[in-house]
């Protein structure tokens, strides 16, 4: 029996504020293709200026799928990412159109090309003692009780990022077996599409420079006012969207706990520390191909041209 072939993507990845939405407008315009964001902020309706979303110009020249999908409330996990985004593909490909796949969320990506760790059953009880458990010694006693079953998995892991942590506490719990175990025994080996995965890479330096200066942009469009409008809306800080960088800084300086240059100060040293963990991430992904952008563009162009015949 004849294999049905896999639908190709590109994907375009890397770093926040490294270029990664330029490049994919232009290939897009190239292969004549249409845009899945993969960036799991940009998910949110109302998180414009914070989220660095595609302008409604950006928006019309070339289509974009996936932006404004959810209210900032409402729970998005990878698996509800993975399954929009096939929705939004066989649209796109249905339509004869090429799909661009970009953003920095590697779980999303990883999610969409891969396959998850099928969940443990029953976690719901579990997950809510952890979260009690965490709200009364903190992320870093989180992280070092991870430490001690899944050495493995918490190396990647940064303690603010609790919500992975929990998962992976949860897991074993539930199972016995650390998550990173489970990991391997998977394998992330049954590719669900044919992907020219692509990362956009930029010297440390440049890099960090371009931070600076989005998150000064960001600013001067009104990001405070973008906070403070969802606060009115009665979205809480406690919401994960809210407790996004950008959002956090923000909302900490609206509420009187720091000053309006700490909150900048913050948001870009976070924001910094986030784009070291994003390379990290897409550097162990073998399949990605790395290249400099704009520099690159006419090798990244025929690249795409060339996988999609």
């Not at 949110?44 to 979303?53: C, E, F, L, S, V």
């Not at 990022?161 to 650390?178: Q, S």
Request: aromatic share 6%; net charge neutral; hydrophobic share 45%.
């Amino acid at each position: 029996m004849s294999r049905v072939p896999l639908a190709k993507i590109v994907i375009v990845c890397g770093p926040t504020a490294s270029g990664k939405s330029d490049l994919a407008l232009r290939l897009a315009e190239t292969v004549d293709g249409e845009i899945v964001n993969a960036d799991s902020m940009q998910l949110y309706r109302g998180m414009d200026i914070g989220t660095a979303k595609p302008t409604p110009r950006q928006q019309q020249e070339v289509r974009h799928h996936l932006i404004d999908l959810v209210a900032p409330d409402q729970p998005f996990s990878a698996a509800d990412f993975a399954t929009a985004a096939d929705a939004a593909i066989a649209d796109i490909v249905g339509r004869g159109k090429r799909a661009i796949v970009v953003g920095g969320t590697g779980l999303y990506l990883r999610a969409l090309v891969k396959g998850l760790v099928e969940s443990p059953g029953g976690g719901e009880a579990v997950r809510e003692a952890l979260q009690n458990e965490a709200a009364q010694v903190g992320n870093e006693a989180m992280l070092a009780q991870l430490r001690r079953v899944d050495p493995d998995l918490a190396a990647e892991l940064h303690p603010n990022n609790l919500v992975r942590i929990i998962r992976a506490l949860e897991v074993f719990r539930l199972t016995g077996v650390p998550l990173s175990r489970h990991q391997r025994d998977h394998g992330f080996s049954s590719c669900r599409y044919d992907a020219l995965q692509i990362a956009v890479d930029v010297a440390r330096p440049v890099l960090y420079g371009r931070i600076e200066q989005r998150v000064d942009r960001m600013v001067e469009e009104g990001l405070l006012d973008e906070v403070a409008r969802l606060l009115v809306e009665g979205y809480a800080r406690e919401l994960k969207s809210m407790g996004a960088i950008g959002y956090k800084e923000a909302v900490a300086h609206l509420c009187g706990e720091i000053p309006f240059v700490e909150a900048v100060r913050l948001i870009k040293r976070n924001t910094r520390h986030y784009a070291k963990r994003q390379l990290t991430w897409f550097r162990g992904e073998p399949e990605i191909i790395w290249f400099e952008y704009p520099e690159k563009f006419a090798i990244i162009q025929r690249q795409a041209c060339d996988f999609f015949q």
